[in-house]
């Protein structure tokens, strides 16, 4: 489990604890709130702080500009992104996720990374479904949309686009060893469900507001219909 480190910062030396985290106000040099780290100036002022470890590496996640943000909502912050390291996630990276608008295509990388560790109870073959029906049919049509920007009628267009067979190919694996990648009617239900879990899984990890998805499971009898036409 990744341990949560922060660290006292004064005048004269650095006190690392793991056990009892602290914060420290820079303009008074009084502690104000506990589990969260403000450092002091940056280059657009000073900002509450939190150091974690995410893995193998140690991170820094930026909870907000003191000031406007209040010790309270910077407290309610670190609390859960504690809880989100401590459970294998990595809050800065998907606060970047966030902030630079990520598409589809990053989304599927970071479900099928860190989903896992959300769903310990999923079986890896499940996983292992999901990630050909997100590798195969959605990231072709939908990797290059960004996930604020996707729309209900996205969604529309490509399950027409998998029921009328365009993620449909054959790959070669080597010598005489080949993988058929089925589209058509059958494949547009399971990949809408893995796409709408996904994004539901998203939306728990406040990467996006919205699940178009979920909407568009509705228009999957519709693309079906019209594959037949």
């Not at 989304?107 to 769903?119: A, F, N, P, S």
């Not at 993620?167 to 058929?180: E, H, I, M, N, P």
Request: aromatic residues 4%; proline residues 5%.
């Amino acid at each position: 489990m990744p341990r949560v480190v922060t660290r006292v910062v004064t005048k004269n030396r650095t006190r690392r604890n793991a056990s009892s985290p602290t914060v420290r106000n820079a303009s008074t040099s009084r502690l104000i709130e506990p589990g969260i780290l403000h450092l002091g100036q940056r280059r657009k002022g000073k900002t509450f702080e939190l150091k974690y470890r995410a893995g193998r590496r140690q991170r820094l996640f930026v909870i907000g500009d003191y000031g406007p943000f209040t010790a309270e909502k910077a407290r309610k912050a670190a609390e859960d992104a504690k809880h989100n390291a401590s459970r294998g996630g990595d809050p800065q990276h998907e606060k970047e996720v966030r902030r630079n608008a990520a598409t589809i295509a990053e989304l599927i990388q970071l479900y099928l990374t860190e989903g896992r560790i959300d769903k310990p109870e999923k079986r890896e073959s499940s996983w292992r479904t999901d990630e050909r029906d997100l590798r195969c049919h959605v990231e072709p049509l939908l990797g290059a949309h960004s996930i604020n920007a996707l729309t209900t009628p996205d969604i529309s267009r490509w399950q027409r686009d998998v029921a009328n067979f365009k993620t449909a190919r054959t790959q070669k694996l080597g010598f005489r060893r080949k993988s058929t990648i089925l589209g058509g009617p059958k494949v547009v239900g399971r990949a809408t469900r893995t796409l709408c879990a996904m994004l539901n899984w998203a939306i728990k990890r406040e990467l996006i507001k919205d699940n178009p998805a979920a909407r568009g499971q509705a228009a999957g009898p519709a693309a079906r219909a019209l594959s037949h036409r």
